[in-house]
C-alpha cells in the first residue's frame, strides 16, 4: 500500500467558521476536492468507496452520540431513496461502484454529485 502525504494543509472553509456544520456541508467539500484533483483521501483518509461510506456512517454516530440530529442528512437519504430510487437494499455503495466498472473516484462523485443536486434543490427554496 502506497503511503499517502499531504503536500498542503488547507484550512476549512470560511463560511463554515462559527456554525454547526452538516455532513451534507462536509461531502460537498469532500466533492469539491475531488473535482479539484485532490484524493478522497483527504476527507475520508482512504481512496475507496468503502472510506466515503464508513465516514458517513461515522459521522451520523458523533452525531447521534453527542446528542445531535441531522435532519438534512436523513431528509437526503430519503430523497435519495423515493425521489432518485437510488437506494438499492444491497447499498449505494456495492451499486454506484458496479455502475461505475469499479472506479471508486467514480462512484464516489456520483453519490456526491447527488449530495450536490439535494442541497441546490433544498437551500435555494
Known amino acids: 500500500m502506497s503511503e499517502k502525504k499531504v503536500g498542503k494543509v488547507e484550512p476549512?472553509?470560511?463560511?463554515?467558521?462559527?456554525?454547526?456544520v452538516?455532513?451534507?456541508?462536509?461531502?460537498?467539500?469532500a466533492r469539491k476536492q475531488l473535482l479539484e484533483?485532490?484524493?478522497?483521501?483527504?476527507v475520508t483518509g482512504g481512496d475507496t468507496i468503502d472510506s466515503l461510506l464508513s465516514f458517513t456512517i461515522g459521522w451520523g454516530s458523533n452525531t447521534q452520540f453527542n446528542g445531535g440530529k441531522d435532519q438534512e442528512w436523513r431528509d437526503f437519504?430519503?430523497?435519495?431513496?423515493?425521489?432518485?430510487?437510488e437506494m438499492p437494499y444491497e447499498g449505494w455503495h456495492v451499486k454506484y461502484l458496479r455502475d461505475c466498472g469499479g472506479d471508486h473516484e467514480?462512484?464516489?462523485?456520483?453519490?456526491?454529485?447527488?449530495a450536490q443536486e439535494f442541497i441546490n434543490q433544498r437551500r435555494q427554496t
Do not use: N
Request: hydrophobic letters at 45%.
Open 12 to 20: 476549512l472553509p470560511e463560511e463554515w467558521r462559527g456554525r454547526k
Open 22 to 29: 452538516g455532513l451534507m456541508d462536509a461531502l460537498l467539500y
Open 37 to 42: 484533483g485532490r484524493g478522497l483521501w483527504c
Open 77 to 85: 437519504l430519503d430523497w435519495l431513496d423515493e425521489v432518485k430510487h
Open 106 to 114: 467514480r462512484a464516489a462523485l456520483k453519490f456526491l454529485d447527488f
